[in-house]
């Protein structure tokens, strides 16, 4: 996940060690061991994937079709057995926060940004998500009671500050990196690498 590693690995010849690379991680040092020219892949290397890619998005389009055809039936009538009148299963989750993963829809945030304009016991239009499509009735909310708010209070302040802290002292250290001056020794490092 380092561009400039992969930058400098393209302008390497076979068997060449580079220069010290700056990466998010440190320092990397790569040698090209071989290379291989571009191509296509052939029809049976790419087969299986391009098989999964096709019914994954089609099992995407069934259920959007079929959420979208019983959408009306699950807002007016009894959400359960309209559900489970069409095949479908019903999943109930205890109170969540956004962008907790909601059953098997996982993280979603089309269906946090959804569910949480809801009221109570409000039903949604289909909802696409990477896995599918999801209808989504609210049961019960809970607001944060100011309560709440002031006996968590202590511990958001303390969690915002050690945030603060360490933004700073990077800032800081990026700072002094800055204005100190490195010198490479480039004997020591062929001494490294070889």
């Given at each position: 996940m380092a561009p400039a590693v992969a930058e400098r690995a393209f302008e390497l010849k076979e068997n060449?060690?580079?220069?010290?690379?700056r990466t998010p991680q440190g320092f990397a040092f790569i040698v090209v061991t071989g290379t291989q020219p571009a191509k296509v892949p052939t029809l049976d290397e790419v087969k299986a994937r391009v098989r999964e890619d096709v019914l994954k998005t089609k099992a995407v389009d069934v259920a959007r079709q079929k959420a979208a055809s019983l959408a009306a039936q699950l807002k007016s009538s009894d959400f359960d057995a309209a559900a489970k009148s069409a095949g479908l299963e019903v999943k109930t989750t205890d109170l969540i926060a956004r962008g907790a993963p909601i059953a098997e829809a996982g993280?979603?945030?089309?269906?946090?940004?959804?569910?949480?304009?809801?009221?109570?016991g409000g039903v949604s239009d289909p909802i696409v998500t990477d896995n599918g499509a999801v209808v989504v009735k609210v049961l019960e909310k809970k607001d944060v009671?100011?309560?709440?708010?002031?006996?968590?209070?202590?511990?958001?302040?303390e969690e915002l500050l050690n945030e603060r802290r360490n933004r700073f002292y990077a800032s800081?250290?990026?700072?002094?990196?800055?204005?100190?001056?490195?010198?490479?020794?480039?004997?020591?490092?062929?001494?490294?690498?070889?």
């Open positions: 060449e060690v580079s220069d010290a690379i993280v979603s945030p089309a269906v946090d940004a959804i569910a949480f304009t809801l009221p109570a009671t100011p309560a709440e708010v002031s006996s968590e209070r202590t511990q958001l302040r800081y250290m990026a700072k002094a990196r800055e204005r100190m001056k490195i010198n490479i020794n480039r004997q020591t490092l062929a001494q490294v690498t070889a």
